[in-house]
């Protein structure tokens, strides 16, 4: 299915509200292939926004999922302490450090009666049970990996496609499990290297993710082997994204560096560094979801203030290149910028 899309340009998933169903349909409508993040979304806010792209569009797209992980039984008081300084300082009270599975057996439910026609995962590999009961309904499976050893996982379990993500790559990163001893949750790859390792070890399509911007990015990986690209912050700034003012706004300054925390989630995911992340980054614990629920209140009272120093600024290493564009006019720029860097290599061989 994205394989055979006329344009092999994919809008990454990016839970969090920053996804919507007018970004992902403009994306399909014009020839590349979109997801919707169903992380963080209930059922029925993941059933709605289905309903609203297939009302925007007829292309087809996809919806990513979070698989579940395993319940971390360290110890959060400390960390409690710290964030609710921190939610004191914004008017709030910090939010439950509980542990949950982001509804995904009901999600999955939803998804197969849907049948939406490209599911993918991130942070595990589905049941090979799940991707079979996909596979029944004519749905492609996609899983997001970092390493050689996740690729062999998801392709035990029968994925038609790898989405394989560099270190380079803003959000989450899709560690299937995270080593606390790593700031990267595991080894980090850049995208290139990764690609080629992953290709090495598993006879599967892969899509590219991770410091993609420009169209001479999507043509370096698709000359690497990838069935297409797969572009997260390039959007960011779209006019569809659900990005807020306060992060358009530090990512047209270009300011900022990035790095990977576990700050604001308990999970590393790379964003551009601000005072919550430097103050409390060394001290969070990997322990995801509770963080995530922990932090939600202090990030959206930064948030509604315009403040930047206490949101998560999810962005990848080459954010300051993002253009803000219509997202039909970004597939279209990104197409002539790699058919022009073919065309400059084409000449250099």
């Not at 996809?62 to 008081?77: A, H, K, T």
């Not at 379990?157 to 989405?163: F, K, M, T, W």
């Not at 948030?303 to 253009?323: F, H, I």
Request: with cysteine; proline share 6%.
């Amino acid at each position: 299915m994205i394989a055979a899309r006329s344009i092999p340009v994919v809008v990454a998933p990016m839970a969090g509200g920053i996804s919507t169903p007018e970004l992902v349909a403009a994306v399909c409508s014009a020839g590349g292939f979109g997801f919707l993040a169903a992380g963080y979304l209930s059922e029925e806010a993941l059933a709605e926004q289905i309903a609203t792209t297939r009302s925007l569009t007829s292309e087809p797209f996809g919806v990513n999922l979070f698989v579940p992980g395993e319940r971390s039984d360290v110890d959060l008081e400390p960390y409690r302490r710290r964030v609710e300084a921190e939610a004191d300082r914004y008017g709030v009270a910090a939010g439950p450090p509980h542990w949950d599975d982001d509804q995904y057996q009901a999600k999955v439910e939803l998804v197969i009666a849907e049948r939406v026609p490209v599911v993918s995962f991130t942070f595990g590999a589905p049941e090979k049970s799940t991707v079979d009961r996909l596979h029944e309904v004519g749905a492609e499976v996609v899983v997001t990996v970092t390493t050689p050893r996740e690729a062999r996982v998801a392709a035990e379990v029968g994925a038609d496609l790898l989405c394989v993500q560099g270190m380079e790559a803003g959000g989450h990163r899709a560690v299937f499990d995270d080593d606390e001893r790593s700031a990267g949750g595991g080894p980090l790859y850049g995208l290139l290297a990764a690609l080629r390792m992953v290709q090495a070890e598993v006879d599967l399509p892969v899509v590219a993710a991770g410091g993609l911007v420009h169209g001479a990015d999507v043509a370096a990986v698709l000359a690497a082997g990838a069935v297409a690209a797969q572009l997260g912050t390039a959007f960011l700034v779209c006019d569809e994204a659900g990005t807020q003012p306060a992060q358009r706004s530090e990512i047209a300054s270009g300011q900022r560096e990035t790095g990977v925390t576990r700050a604001f989630s308990g999970r590393p995911a790379r964003g551009l560094v601000n005072r919550f992340m430097t103050e409390h980054g060394p001290e969070a614990p990997a322990a995801y979801p509770q963080l995530h629920h922990l932090t939600k209140p202090v990030r959206g009272a930064a948030g509604k203030a315009g403040d930047p120093e206490a949101m998560s600024l999810w962005a990848g290493q080459t954010y300051a290149q993002a253009r803000p564009l219509p997202a039909a006019e970004l597939v279209s720029r990104l197409v002539e910028e790699a058919r022009q860097a073919v065309e400059r290599a084409r000449g250099l061989l």
